[in-house]
């Protein structure tokens, strides 16, 4: 089993800045990639930002040059550091591991989500 534990999210003004975090526990004997994703109301889940256990990232254009993602591969650790924020930022955060099943495919785990608000 794994465990997914985020932490960070919270009410922010616009222009402002939040920090979150995502670690990865449990039966882990390595993890692909590791990432965030949101969902505001009404609204389908869409990728924030993942990376690659060797540290290739990619981030959804809206959220590109504000939005920096960070991995601690020692602690099975993402951060995602979040800046002059929009208001359309505001969603519901899930951190998303992927772990190896086979050599074609991942077991995939979510987190609870956290919520980000960020006020105009």
């Known amino acids: 089993q794994v465990q997914v534990v985020e932490s960070g999210g919270g009410l922010v003004q616009a222009g402002g800045s939040l920090r979150l975090s995502c670690a990865a526990s449990?039966?882990?004997?390595?993890?692909?990639?590791m990432g965030w994703y949101r969902q505001a109301p009404g609204k389908q889940r869409e990728l924030v930002a993942a990376?690659?256990?060797?540290?290739?990232?990619n981030y959804a254009d809206s959220v590109k040059g504000r939005f920096t993602l960070s991995r601690d591969n020692a602690k099975n650790t993402v951060y995602l550091q979040m800046n002059s924020l929009k208001p359309e930022d505001t969603a519901l955060y899930y951190c998303?591991?992927?772990?190896?099943?086979?050599?074609?495919?991942?077991?995939?785990?979510w987190g609870q989500g956290t919520q980000v608000t960020v006020s105009s």
């Open positions: 449990g039966s882990i004997s390595s993890i692909n990639s």
């Open positions: 998303n591991v992927l772990v190896p099943a086979t050599s074609f495919s991942d077991y995939i785990y």
């Open positions: 990376i690659t256990r060797g540290g290739s990232t």
